[in-house]
């Protein structure tokens, strides 16, 4: 295999372990009766993700498992533009690979009701019942300062090793704020998965939560080169 033949299969491998460890921590464990993991676990688990891919893949692909990523470090100037599509196909394809592989497990079991299936929704589903407004908000802001985390931890003046535990760390943090408001994307792939196994109104929303952080992602590449890079 090729470079980039490699980089794409990492993408695509760490963009899986994204979405079936962090929303399958939120279909399979979240409530569970009298052991469910809750918010916070679900946060954990999406920070986990990363941070242990980073970890695994980072070196082949630069770890992104993102298209707001890819995107904003391409606005930063850290992505060739040959490999901006490329990543974000590679993306979609391990998130969604990911959603039927989580379909599949949560339907093993009689009488389940899968319900949202993790996905993303702002108004009557969102989980606190957060407006449009609200939901659009939160998105730009959280996947701005993650592109703003991102592109400082990778800094090469920043500490060596290190940069895959602040982004899992951030990616914690901006779930323990934004799931009560959105559930949590920053990320278009991770939407895009589990909504293709969701009710309607899943992909009915879906729109939102590809501009949201795609705008985002382009704010915090755009802070950090005006204001914040070498």
């Known amino acids: 295999?090729?470079?980039?033949?490699?980089?794409?299969?990492?993408?695509?491998?760490?963009?899986?372990?994204?979405?079936?460890?962090?929303?399958?921590?939120?279909?399979?464990?979240?409530?569970?009766?009298?052991?469910?993991?809750g918010f916070t676990g679900?946060?954990?688990?999406?920070?986990?993700?990363?941070?242990?891919?980073?970890?695994?893949?980072g070196h082949v692909s630069g770890g992104h498992f993102n298209p707001a990523v890819s995107l904003g470090l391409w606005v930063a100037g850290r992505l060739p533009t040959g490999r901006l599509l490329p990543y974000v196909l590679a993306q979609l394809l391990g998130a969604a690979l990911a959603g039927a592989a989580l379909y599949a497990i949560a339907t093993g079991k009689a009488g389940v009701t899968l319900g949202g299936f993790a996905s993303n929704g702002y108004g009557e589903h969102s989980p606190g019942g957060y407006g449009l407004a609200a939901a659009a908000l939160t998105e730009v802001l959280m996947?701005?300062?993650?592109?703003?985390?991102?592109?400082?931890?990778?800094?090469?003046?920043?500490?060596?090793?290190?940069?895959?535990?602040?982004?899992?760390?951030?990616?914690?943090?901006?779930?323990?704020?934004s799931i009560p408001v959105?559930?949590?994307?920053?990320?278009?792939?991770?939407?895009?998965?589990?909504?293709?196994?969701?009710?309607?109104?899943?992909?009915?929303?879906?729109?939102?939560?590809?501009?949201?952080?795609?705008?985002?992602?382009?704010?915090?590449?755009?802070?950090?080169?005006?204001?914040?890079a070498e």
């Open 1 to 37: 295999m090729n470079s980039l033949s490699k980089a794409l299969a990492a993408e695509c491998l760490g963009t899986f372990w994204l979405v079936l460890g962090g929303c399958g921590s939120a279909v399979l464990a979240a409530a569970f009766p009298g052991l469910g993991i």
């Open 42 to 57: 679900v946060a954990l688990a999406f920070g986990l993700t990363v941070l242990t891919m980073a970890y695994a893949v």
């Open 143 to 177: 996947t701005a300062v993650f592109l703003i985390v991102i592109l400082g931890a990778t800094s090469e003046r920043a500490p060596a090793g290190f940069a895959p535990i602040a982004i899992g760390l951030a990616l914690t943090l901006i779930h323990l704020i």
């Open 182 to 228: 959105t559930n949590t994307s920053v990320n278009p792939a991770r939407s895009f998965g589990v909504a293709l196994f969701a009710e309607p109104w899943a992909l009915q929303q879906l729109w939102l939560f590809v501009a949201a952080p795609l705008g985002g992602a382009v704010l915090g590449a755009l802070v950090h080169r005006s204001l914040l």
